[in-house]
C-alpha cells in the first residue's frame, strides 16, 4: 500500500508539470460509471451497443525462425487467430442501471453482460460463452466517500477506464493491449516443448501455455472509495480500490490483493456526460502479486512462484470546440506479458516439430511507454485523428528488449449521438533495439503488416 501511495505521488507531480505544459475526452468516468444522478435516474434503464467491424491485414508470413512460413500472430485478426481478414462482431452488450431501491435514491447499481466475439468470451481464440462484464452497487451515503462494491472497472489509465462506446479508436494502443489489457495464465510459458526440457505429454497443442480464462477487460472484483469535489469550474476526483487482482468472473486465485489508487482534477468548459468539454490531468498506480501454479492441463508450463505486478501512468486529455487532445505515460514493472514463441500463433507447431509456440510471461520484467491523440472535429458529423504509440517491452534485458512503434489514422462519421462509423489505418512497425538488423528476431519482427480496420457502432 505505502509503495503504491509514493508512486502515485510521484506521477502526481509529474501531472502538475504537464499541466504547465500541455492544455479526448475530458469526462469524469468514476461518476459516469459509478453512480446515478440524485432525482434523476430511473429504477430500471436497459441499455447496450453492438460494434460490427472488419480488420485486415496483408497476412505476411513469418520470415525467420523456427516458425518460419506460418502466419504471424500480429498480423492474424482475433480472437480466432486463424484469418488475416474477417468480419467479427467484436463487442454486443446489454445491460441494466438505475436506482432500483425506491426508498433509498442513494443506493445505485450497475449491470453489464458481454455477448460479442473477443478476449472476454473466448480467450486464447478458444471456445466461450457470454460473460458478465460488470455486476456492482454504490452506496452514496457517506458525504465525501461513496463506496462501490462488486466487479467494475479499476481506476487507471485513462485508455481503459473510458467508456468504450465512446473510444475514439477500434483498437488499443501497444501499451494497453499486451500490458494493461491482462491475460491469465498457469505458467510462464518457458518449459512448454521446444523452449526449454519440457516433457508436457509429447508435441500437442495441450502443451502451450495459453489463457486460463477470459481476459481481465480492465476490470477487477472489490470494493472502492471515490468521490469529486468541486471548486469553482475544477472538478477534482479520486478513488482507491481493493480488489482480488484476478480478473472477472471468477474468485482470487491466492492471499493476495490488487491496490488502485487515482486522482484526476479537470477544468470543466460545459456540458456534461461522456463527451463534456474540459481539460483534465491525471495519475494513477496499480500494485500487487500474481500466483502461477506453473502447470496445465498436461504439466510442466514452468514457472511456479508467486510475483509482483505493479503499473502506473499519468496524463492529460482535451476537449473543447473542434479540437480533441490526449497524452498518457504508461510504466509496468514485475510480471509483464512477452508474446509468443518466434512471433507464432500459439499452439502451433515448429517447422521441425519439436516445439510448440505458446504465450510468453516475464515475471520479472520491465516495460513502458506512452501515446500522443490529437482529433479535430469540422462539423458535429466528422471527426479525424491521429494516434501515436510506442511501447518498450522489456527494457531490463538487452537482447529480450522489443520495442514497437504505431501509427493511427482514423476518421469518425456520426450519424446521431448514438450511432457512428469509425474507420482505422494503422502503420506498424517493432524491432529488437539492440540486435543488429539481421539478426533473427528483427528479421521476424520485419513481418509485422500494416491493419486497416472499419466499424459501426449502435448504442441503444
Not at 496499480?286 to 514457472?303: C, M, P, S, V
Not at 505486478?309 to 512477452?338: C, K, L, P, V, W
Request: with cysteine; charged share 20%; aromatic share 12%.
Amino acid at each position: 500500500m505505502l509503495k503504491a501511495i509514493k508512486k502515485t505521488a510521484l506521477v502526481a507531480g509529474c501531472v502538475a508539470a504537464l499541466g504547465a505544459a500541455t492544455s479526448a475526452q475530458a469526462a469524469n468516468w468514476l461518476m459516469l460509471q459509478g453512480t446515478e444522478r440524485a432525482g434523476a435516474a430511473p429504477r430500471a434503464k436497459v441499455w447496450g451497443f453492438v460494434q460490427p467491424e472488419i480488420q485486415s491485414t496483408d497476412g505476411t508470413l513469418l520470415k525467420a525462425g523456427p516458425f518460419s512460413g506460418q502466419n504471424a500472430i500480429f498480423n492474424v485478426i482475433r480472437p480466432d487467430n486463424k484469418s488475416n481478414e474477417t468480419f467479427n462482431i467484436r463487442r454486443a452488450r446489454i445491460g441494466i442501471r438505475g436506482t432500483g431501491f425506491p426508498p433509498d435514491s442513494r443506493v445505485n447499481y450497475f449491470f453489464l453482460a458481454e455477448f460479442g466475439n473477443n478476449g472476454i468470451t473466448r480467450p486464447g481464440g478458444g471456445t466461450g460463452s457470454a460473460k458478465i462484464t460488470d455486476a456492482s452497487v454504490t452506496l452514496n451515503h457517506i458525504k465525501g466517500m461513496r463506496v462501490r462494491v462488486g466487479q467494475f472497472k479499476t481506476p487507471g489509465a485513462e485508455e481503459g477506464l473510458a467508456a468504450i462506446h465512446v473510444f475514439d479508436y477500434i483498437n488499443f494502443t501497444n501499451f494497453a493491449f499486451t500490458q494493461l489489457l491482462e491475460r491469465y495464465f498457469n505458467g510462464d510459458g518457458s518449459t512448454t516443448p521446444g523452449n526449454a526440457a519440457g516433457t508436457c505429454g509429447g508435441v500437442t497443442a495441450s502443451c502451450a501455455n495459453l489463457p486460463n480464462g477470459p481476459v481481465g477487460a480492465f476490470r477487477d472484483v472489490g470494493i472502492q472509495l471515490f468521490d469529486t469535489f468541486k471548486d469553482g469550474d475544477w472538478e477534482h476526483s479520486y478513488a482507491i480500490m481493493y480488489g482480488n487482482g484476478n480478473g472477472i468472473t471468477r474468485g482470487d486465485n491466492d492471499d493476495n490483493k490488487d491496490t488502485y489508487l487515482y486522482w484526476s482534477s479537470e477544468l470543466v468548459y460545459g456540458g456534461r456526460g461522456p463527451r463534456r468539454q474540459g481539460w483534465k490531468l491525471f495519475a494513477w498506480s496499480q500494485t500487487g502479486k500474481r500466483t502461477l501454479t506453473g502447470a496445465n492441463a498436461a504439466g510442466g508450463t514452468g514457472g511456479a512462484g508467486e510475483y509482483d505486478r505493479d503499473r502506473s501512468g499519468f496524463g492529460t486529455t482535451y476537449r473543447r470546440g473542434q479540437h480533441r487532445a490526449a497524452f498518457e505515460y504508461f510504466t509496468a514493472d514485475g510480471m509483464i506479458f512477452n508474446g509468443t514463441d518466434g512471433g507464432a500463433i500459439a499452439g502451433s507447431t515448429n517447422n521441425g516439430g519439436t516445439g510448440i509456440a505458446s504465450f510468453n510471461v516475464a515475471t520479472t520484467g520491465e516495460a513502458d511507454g506512452y501515446y500522443i491523440h490529437y482529433g479535430y472535429a469540422p462539423n458535429p458529423k466528422w471527426e479525424f485523428d491521429i494516434r501515436y504509440d510506442i511501447m518498450n517491452r522489456l527494457t531490463n534485458s538487452t537482447t529480450g528488449e522489443r520495442k514497437f512503434e504505431t501509427t493511427t489514422l482514423g476518421v469518425q462519421y456520426f450519424f446521431n449521438k448514438k450511432s457512428r462509423f469509425v474507420f482505422n489505418y494503422e502503420i506498424r512497425s517493432a524491432e529488437a533495439p539492440n540486435l543488429a538488423g539481421s539478426a533473427t528476431p528483427n528479421v521476424i519482427l520485419d513481418s509485422i503488416d500494416d491493419r486497416l480496420s472499419a466499424e459501426l457502432l449502435i448504442i441503444f
